[in-house]
């Protein structure tokens, strides 16, 4: 849902008449640059011209033609290079333009899922204030309220995550796991959680491999994938899965019934903050930073993921493919291990000496 400021106009729109007046701006530098240059030649030439006629009418020689020619050559390459300049400039604007706009988006978006619950979770403290509420509905509004706290800790942990994950300061802890026995361990999970019937998730195929992955990172994945596919359907959801493997590569295929994604927009799916309204489906919140995590998840595993979709109305298929264990990405798999051992390493001793520490305490 788009943010509207003071003026009544919505980012996408601010910054779509922003984006319409740079080009014009950049197109009409660009006339000017050029005509210039045009009007440069032409009275080089003209200056030529009436040097060749001066030479012949007084029967004397003007030695520049050389120094004309290095002029004409230097003013050219002097234009070429401004204009080559502002067309950098003009599309360093256009991606900050952008960036500002996702941002606004995303300020907006963030506003409203953080405000949802809080609002949430005042009226039932007020109502608990100012009413002698029942046993049944008090634990039913307390449990509402610790949903919406829920809610609350999983947005503000993630997009803390995230901003750890571009610093390189959130390395996930990474194990040898067989595909066949945690990826359906995971979506089990999920399942659960949503509360899917087998018709609503199925699980098919097999992938009898070794692969270098953090369960917790791989559920964050999966999790967010089938959240979208059920937030973006019409209908009840029919989401498909399926395992499979090439000679050095594990694909798990995310298949769902949804609305669809139009060919357009799907080269932009993983950009952060980006988002697609749909008018089809307008209450569907976000901050345009589920799909953007997801890709560093599996990035950070040396992994990939593509979408694929006919356009609206024909449902999206997600491709991952993540390497497998000592035949693809074998050198970084293993530092990979090596740093989650040392991690551990490195915390159990942190443990050991806190339970040192609190044993001399107790003992005093």
């Given at each position: 849902m788009s943010a509207i400021h003071q003026n009544g106009d919505p980012p996408?729109?601010?910054?779509?008449?922003?984006?319409?007046?740079?080009?014009?701006?950049?197109?009409?530098a660009q006339c000017a640059w050029f005509s210039l240059l045009g009007l440069f030649v032409y009275r080089f030439f003209i200056a030529r011209n009436m040097a060749s006629q001066i030479e012949g009418q007084f029967s004397i020689q003007l030695d520049s033609t050389s120094n004309s020619l290095f002029i004409l050559v230097g003013g050219c390459i002097l234009y070429v290079a401004v204009s080559v300049a502002m067309a950098v400039i003009f599309k360093n604007l256009s991606s900050q333009l952008r960036l500002t706009g996702m941002y606004d988006t995303f300020i907006a978006n963030v506003t409203h899922e953080l405000k949802s619950p809080l609002a949430s979770i005042t009226l039932y403290l007020e109502t608990f204030k100012m009413r002698d509420v029942p046993s049944k509905q008090r634990n039913e509004f307390i449990d509402t309220m610790l949903k919406d706290a829920n809610r609350l800790n999983n947005l503000i942990s993630a997009i803390l995550k995230?901003?750890?994950?571009?610093?390189?300061?959130?390395?996930?802890?990474?194990?040898?796991?067989?595909?066949?026995?945690?990826?359906?361990?995971?979506?089990?999970?999920?399942?659960?959680?949503f509360k899917l019937t087998d018709d609503a998730l199925r699980l098919q195929g097999s992938a009898p491999h070794k692969c270098v992955v953090d369960p917790n990172a791989l559920y964050i994945v999966f999790n967010n994938l089938v959240d979208n596919s059920i937030k973006y359907t019409l209908n009840s959801p029919a989401i498909n899965i399926n395992l499979s493997s090439t000679s050095k590569n594990i694909l798990v295929e995310f298949s769902d019934n949804g609305i669809g994604i139009p060919v357009k927009e799907q080269k932009k799916m993983f950009r952060k903050f980006h988002r697609i309204e749909n008018k089809n489906v307008p209450n569907v919140q976000g901050t345009g930073l589920g799909l953007y995590w997801v890709n560093e998840?599996?990035?950070?595993?040396?992994?990939?993921?593509?979408?694929?979709?006919?356009?609206?109305?024909h449902g999206t298929t997600f491709v991952i493919k993540l390497p497998i264990y000592q035949l693809s990405k074998t050198r970084y798999l293993n530092k990979m291990l090596k740093w989650t051992n040392r991690k551990r390493r490195q915390q159990e001793k942190i443990y050991d000496s806190a339970?040192?520490?609190?044993?001399?305490?107790?003992?005093?």
């Open positions: 996408e729109m601010r910054n779509r008449r922003l984006r319409s007046f740079s080009i014009v701006l950049f197109v009409l995230i901003s750890a994950l571009e610093q390189k300061k959130e390395l996930f802890e990474v194990q040898i796991h067989t595909a066949d026995k945690i990826i359906p361990t995971l979506i089990e999970e999920i399942r659960v959680q998840i599996i990035k950070f595993h040396v992994g990939s993921i593509r979408v694929q979709s006919e356009g609206l109305g339970a040192i520490e609190s044993a001399k305490d107790f003992s005093r």
